[in-house]
């Protein structure tokens, strides 16, 4: 700021104007060092109060601003203190008297006019010592910038220290700064409330931890820890199941702890002895996701073989997917083996090459050799996918089951031999068996062999499965080898005192079970036909499976089951009973079922318009905020998992919140959110509510419409009769 | 000298002469035109503020403008979009300014709203809306539409909460109807408010409108002369609903029955004193001819609402009742064995289609006329009117001032499964919207039931059930908020007119904004309306620029539009006549005589002090 002029050059014009400059600067310096020291740290206090935050930007708010008031305060000091050449002069004068008075006279005779009454020569003489005498002075030696410097570098030291300080109580304990207000001091207020969720240890996710959420995501079994920094003495905790105190487990910090298992919420609402009112409450709503289970498919082979020959090994390809991981793939087989109804199953597991696409979706692949499962026509090998993830005791997944097949002379894939359900299974019956082979019969003449041949065939299997329904349905298998049309009337007394238990059942009774032995016989033989593509023969023994079968299960072979003993039949059980004790029965006025839903969301919605109209006309809005938390609390008890409602719980949460000094009045971001908490809760009362009846007509129009009604159907009735009036 | 002398004597005289005036008061007849009075009224002073400032200061320069209603002025200019509330008071001609702008606006051409709604109902409010001032009609705009619940605690109407809100594409060449749902929580009038702006605009159209909303139930009576399954399962579903309060009777064998609350024992004994809003029927062929005859009555006396839900097509007495030929089996479809029924008009916006099934269905062999069809054969819907009529099942017919509904749907009630017929849904729908057909004992029918101080209101009286005299009186009661006592405002003549029965009266809607009630009683029975009096009540609604220029058409004006406001006195003078008028003028009776009589005594007075005389 200053330039030193060289000693023994300048005129004194130049040395006033060097130390008008140097004061200039020191006043400038004077004034920074003034406004940091007493108008910054007030300044900065005050708008961290309004605020209500001390991070990294309210730090470089807080530098920012105490350059602002440096900067005021410099150019408030070089206006007061910069002065003009006269100031100049009589100051420089005060400091230094050996200058006898002739600054202030060079300048003096400086500004009079050349007219005066100075001589020349006396003008020349003063200004001539006043050079003299001026270069023999240094303004850096009469006027020491030094000191203010140093005050400056104090009041900086100052300002950054009031600075710190602030930000240090914000932050440690900012129940008391946040109120913002002395009556504040005294209410209950949580600081802040941090949100831990630990997965369970089987997915391996990481702990989530989140600070003054509104809503908590957690997957079903994590831990989630509350933890709530808060001036109180209690905190009560409000959860869909129950209410409680919490005591602190430290000086200030609460810790409350559950595991996801539902979703609800946690309500936290402040209780200090102090003070009679609670203080702001918190909800945050909790949304536990299921984890799902895993899914697994065969992609190669899709479909179910008929092989030729087992001397071929199936590539078996599966896909598995799940939400968070996949545990195991592994793929199982069954062998079945036998004919008839005599059928040997064994259990294997094949080597599963898997991939890992990622965590969430495997892919595996196993080699399925036949050679060793299909040794006999007709034998097949059932083999699927079992997937499981990562969750203890979680059950295995299996994907579709699929069958190869040695086919046998004739044969067809069994398809929905494996355990699932097959629908053609009920769709087919014998008679429609006897109806296809009909229609083939019918096109034989149009049929190469060969195809007639691989038609019969096919409809050898289907009698063929036919025939297992009845097997199965009757229990497995009919021991006794019975031959020929004789063996099957006469009974071997010995299995049927073995059977007696089924018997008992109904399902042995002699005649039925000795048509429906004759009918599994007859289609044995069509099926044995059909495989020959004998067409006429497998006709006639179809249609006499048929009507063993209709002999089988007639009418007659149903069993009442009678009394083991006598027992007393219980009369005021049955609706019987003597006239003449009859008489009228009343009864009381029913009452409609209310739903206790939708009970509680109309109140719900009458207490937000209350508190909306209430905000609206109260003087100057006093209304605290904490009652719409209170109704958030009451929507998500009645429906914690709808989305509706949770949606609705924020938005009146964040309402709430958005005025914590309660002394706002409804500003239009949270006239928005409670507009839209209203849509959302008519919407939900909506479906459980019938619309009202239209507006009737008025008197007028329907006696009018009557009169028109009752004359024109006189007239159609008898024309020229009068109508009748009402 | 001399000149000073008689000078003084001039003055003198000119004194004496003014007193002499003074005391004979003179006057005389004169030829004056004089600024005309304009009647300046706007139809929403606050909204059009800007209009209605522009007009005042176009016309004060040749006009004395009066901002009210004057019928003596010699003409009126109205600033606004709709003919005025006080169109009668106003003088012609009268010049509209029209507020609107070239720019594209929407309009809320009309709002449907039941002016009265049970606390366990929701309430559907339908909007129609249009554009105006398109440029391209063809061209969608996003409408936002919403209905927002007010607070009348204060003077003025406050909004407090939008209760439904709907985004809709408007076309230009469209009118669009716009279904909004409140939900009543209260049993009160309740205030709601109508807002239309096109998203993105800062115009909004406003329109505000009361529901009566009463915690009240439907009175319905079941009466089965013998055990119907079809009457059994609408009642359960009835008995369910808490908007009904179900009495029922079922005739199980000759003099045994079985009864629920204080039934009736028979039909003709209903008639003399039946306070049911609903009256249901089942298996009306065992009915007996006292029994019709008491429907009979029940319907042209009471003015009841009847439903006979058949479950056969025998003939009974009945049937002269119905006056349709007898029933006959619907025609069914080869792939279904079952007919599925429609439910006409029924006023289920925004909720799902209502549905009946049925194997055994009859249709009538002749629907009675004007017959008001209620539900119908599905797989007709979109048959011709002439077939679709033979193909009705549940029909209404008005009797007298009572309606009756008849259902054929013989065996509904075999398919009640939730997932393929709404048999519950349907029958309270069907029986609630016969019971609030049901004429009331006496009906209290306000012109508006909100609106603002001092503004007219009309009343109608209908007392079809109870004798009523040539003239009468009801009361204005204003309700005291939190359950205090109702003081007496005032009270309202009503006068006979020339309808049946009914009677009218109208009175100015009192100062103070509030809650009131009307209250009418006759004899023994009461009926209630409320009337709700704010500030700030918008009408948007309804504003139709046909009904306007045939207005301003009728009182020999013309319509400007606001760019036009200019033209405002050049247009008014144009309409109106200021002719000179005659007028008496006693100059004496003006203070000012004092001047010239205290101004001769003056100078009188100097001259002769001037001249030294006393």
């Known amino acids: 700021m200053s330039v030193s002029l060289p000693l023994g050059t300048a005129s004194w014009r130049d040395v006033l104007r060097h130390v008008g400059r140097r004061l200039a600067t020191i006043g400038a310096l004077r004034g920074a060092a003034l406004a940091l020291l007493f108008v910054s740290p007030w300044l900065v206090n005050g708008i961290m109060m309004v605020t209500r935050t001390a991070n990294a930007r309210s730090w470089i708010a807080s530098t920012l601003l105490g350059c602002v008031c440096a900067g005021l305060g410099a150019s408030i000091g070089w206006w007061l203190a910069c002065p003009n050449l006269r100031t100049s002069a009589v100051l420089l004068e005060q400091r230094v008297p050996t200058l006898q008075n002739l600054l202030v006279t060079a300048e003096e005779l400086d500004r009079a006019p050349p007219s005066s009454q100075a001589e020349p020569a006396m003008r020349g003489l003063i200004k001539q010592r006043a050079d003299h005498h001026a270069a023999r002075v240094d303004p850096a030696t009469v006027f020491p910038i030094a000191s203010s410097v140093r005050a400056l570098a104090v009041s900086s030291v100052v300002f950054v220290a009031a600075t710190a300080a602030a930000h240090y109580r914000m932050s440690s304990a900012p129940a008391l700064t946040r109120a913002g207000s002395a009556a504040a001091i005294d209410a209950a207020v949580i600081a802040d409330v941090t949100v831990q969720v630990t997965p369970p240890a089987y997915t391996r996710q990481a702990v989530v931890t989140q600070h003054d959420p509104t809503r908590v995501e957690a997957l079903q079994g994590s831990r989630v820890r509350f933890t709530v920094r808060a001036n109180i003495d209690t905190l009560q905790v409000t959860t869909r199941d129950s209410t409680f105190a919490l005591q602190p487990s430290g000086e200030g910090v609460f810790v409350y702890e559950a595991v996801a298992v539902a979703d609800g919420f946690i309500g936290l609402a402040p209780r200090a002895a102090r003070t009679q009112n609670g203080g702001e409450r918190r909800l945050i709503g909790l949304t536990v996701r299921t984890d799902g289970a895993p899914r697994v498919r065969i992609v190669a082979p899709a479909t179910d073989l008929l092989v030729p020959d087992a001397n071929r090994t199936l590539s078996v390809r599966v896909q598995a997917d799940d939400d968070l991981a996949v545990g195991t793939l592994r793929v199982m087989y069954t062998k079945v083996a036998g004919s008839g109804e005599r059928f040997t199953f064994s259990e294997g597991e094949l080597p599963v090459q898997i991939a890992r696409t990622s965590g969430q979706a495997w892919t595996g692949r196993a080699e399925l050799a036949l050679a060793p499962l299909l040794q006999e026509p007709g034998d097949l090998v059932v083999y699927r996918a079992v997937v499981t993830d990562n969750r203890p005791g979680a059950a295995t997944i299996e994907s579709d089951a699929l069958i190869a097949e040695l086919a046998a002379p004739g044969g067809v894939a069994a398809l929905g031999f494996a355990l699932d359900p097959d629908e053609d299974r009920y769709a087919l019956s014998q008679q429609m068996v006897i109806q296809k082979t009909e229609r083939l019969i019918a096109q034989r003449s149009t049929l190469a062999p060969a195809q007639l041949a691989e038609q019969a065939a096919q409809l050898s299997g289907e009698q063929r499965r036919v025939r297992a329904e009845f097997v199965f349905m009757m229990g497995g298998e009919f021991a006794q080898q019975a031959t020929g049309e004789e063996g099957m009337m006469e009974l071997d007394e010995t299995e049927e005192a073995e059977s007696e238990a089924d018997l008992a059942a109904g399902r042995m009774v002699n005649r039925g079970r000795t048509a429906l032995l004759a009918a599994v016989r007859a289609m044995s033989r069509a099926a044995v036909a059909l495989t020959t593509a004998d067409l006429t023969p497998a006709l006639a023994q179809e249609r006499r499976a048929l009507v063993q079968l209709q002999e089988a299960f007639a009418r007659n072979r149903f069993l009442m089951r009678a009394l083991s003993q006598r027992e007393q039949l219980d009369l005021t059980r049955r609706l019987t009973g003597v006239r003449g004790g009859v008489a009228t029965q009343g009864l009381r006025v029913p009452q409609g079922e209310m739903s206790e839903r939708q009970r509680a969301l109309r109140a719900i919605l009458a207490d937000l318009t209350d508190y909306v109209a209430a905000h609206n006309t109260a003087a100057g809005g006093t209304l605290g905020a904490s009652p719409l938390v209170d109704i958030a609390t009451r929507v998500l008890q009645v429906d914690p998992s709808s989305p509706v409602a949770q949606r609705v719980a924020t938005q009146l949460t964040a309402a709430g919140q958005r005025s914590p000094s309660a002394r706002v009045r409804v500003d239009l971001a949270k006239q928005a959110s409670l507009d839209s908490a209203a849509t959302g809760l008519t919407s939900m009362l909506r479906g459980e509510v019938r619309p009202s009846a239209p507006s009737s007509r008025s008197l007028d129009a329907r006696r009018l419409q009557s009169a028109i009604n009752e004359a024109l159907g006189a007239g159609r009735r008898s024309p020229g009769s009068r109508p009748r009036t009402p | ?614």
């Open chain 2, 1 to 614: 000298m001399v000149s000073d002398r008689w000078l003084r004597v001039a003055l003198r005289s000119c004194a004496v002469l003014i007193a002499m005036m003074a005391v004979i008061d003179p006057s005389t007849i004169t030829s004056r035109r004089s600024q005309p009075l304009v009647s300046l009224v706007a139809t929403d002073p606050l909204r059009d503020s800007v209009v209605l400032r522009q007009a005042r200061e176009a016309l004060r320069e040749r006009f004395t403008v009066i901002d009210a209603p004057l019928s003596s002025a010699s003409g009126t200019v109205v600033v606004g979009a709709r003919v005025p509330e006080d169109a009668q008071a106003l003088a012609s001609p009268v010049v509209v300014v029209t507020p609107t702008s070239a720019a594209t606006q929407v309009v809320m051409q009309r709002i449907e709203a039941p002016s009265r709604a049970l606390l366990q109902s929701r309430v559907t409010v339908q909007v129609s809306l249009s554009l105006s001032g398109v440029a391209q009609p063809a061209a969608a705009r996003d409408v936002i539409v919403e209905l927002a619940q007010l607070s009348s605690s204060s003077d003025a109407l406050a909004e407090a909460l939008v209760v439904s809100r709907e985004r809709v594409a408007l076309r230009g060449d469209a009118v669009l109807r716009v279904p909004l749902t409140f939900v009543p929580s209260r049993a009160q009038a309740t205030l709601l408010r109508v807002r239309a702006t096109i998203d993105g605009s800062a115009d909004t159209v406003r329109s505000d409108l009361a529901v009566d909303v009463r915690a009240a139930q439907w009175s319905v009576l079941f009466f089965d002369r013998r055990p119907s399954w079809m009457s059994t399962f609408v009642r359960r579903a009835i008995e369910r609903d808490p908007r009904f309060l179900v009495t029922s009777r079922v005739v199980t064998s000759p003099n045994i029955s079985r009864e629920t609350g204080r039934a009736p024992e028979s039909l003709d004994a209903l008639a003399a004193s039946s306070r049911f809003d609903a009256v249901v029927i089942g298996a009306p062929d065992a009915l007996t001819t006292r029994d019709v005859g008491g429907i009979d009555l029940l319907l042209r006396s009471r003015g009841a609402s009847v439903l006979l839900l058949a479950d056969n097509p025998n003939a009974g007495p009945a049937d002269r009742l119905l006056d349709f030929g007898g029933w006959r089996s619907a025609q069914r479809s080869v792939s279904s064995a079952l007919v599925p029924l429609t439910i006409v008009g029924t006023p289920t916006a925004g909720s799902e289609p209502l549905r009946l099934l049925g194997r055994s269905v009859g249709v009538p062999t002749r629907l009675p006329l004007n017959a008001e069809p209620l539900a119908a054969l599905a797989r007709d819907t979109s048959a011709p009117a002439h077939r679709r009529a033979a193909e009705t099942v549940i029909w209404r017919v008005p009797m007298g001032v009572g309606s009756l509904v008849v259902s054929g749907a013989f065996d509904a009630w075999r398919y009640r499964d939730s997932a393929q017929s709404t048999f519950d849904a349907t029958w309270r729908d069907l029986i609630e919207r016969a019971a609030s057909v049901r004429p009331a004992v006496i009906d209290v029918q306000l012109s508006r039931t909100l609106i603002g101080p001092r503004e007219q209101v009309s009343v109608t009286i209908g007392a079809p059930l109870v004798p009523t005299d040539a003239s009468g009186q009801v009361s204005l009661y204003a309700v005291a908020r939190g359950g205090g006592v109702e003081q007496k405002v005032q009270e309202v003549a009503v006068a006979l007119s020339g309808m049946d029965g009914a009677l009218v009266g109208g009175f100015r809607a009192p100062r103070t904004p509030g809650t009131y009630v009307v209250r009418v009683v006759r004899g023994g029975d009461s009926a209630t309306a409320p009337l709700v009096v704010a500030n700030g009540v918008a009408r948007d609604a309804g504003a139709n620029r046909d009904v306007l220029d045939a207005w301003v058409q009728s009182r020999q004006g013309r319509r400007v539009d606001r760019t036009a406001v200019g033209t405002l006195p050049t247009v008014v003078s144009a309409l109106i006549t200021n002719p000179a008028r005659l007028t008496t003028w006693r100059p004496m009776r003006s203070a000012w005589w004092i001047v010239p009589f205290a101004l001769v005594l003056g100078a009188e007075w100097w001259l002769r002090r001037r001249r030294g005389d006393a």
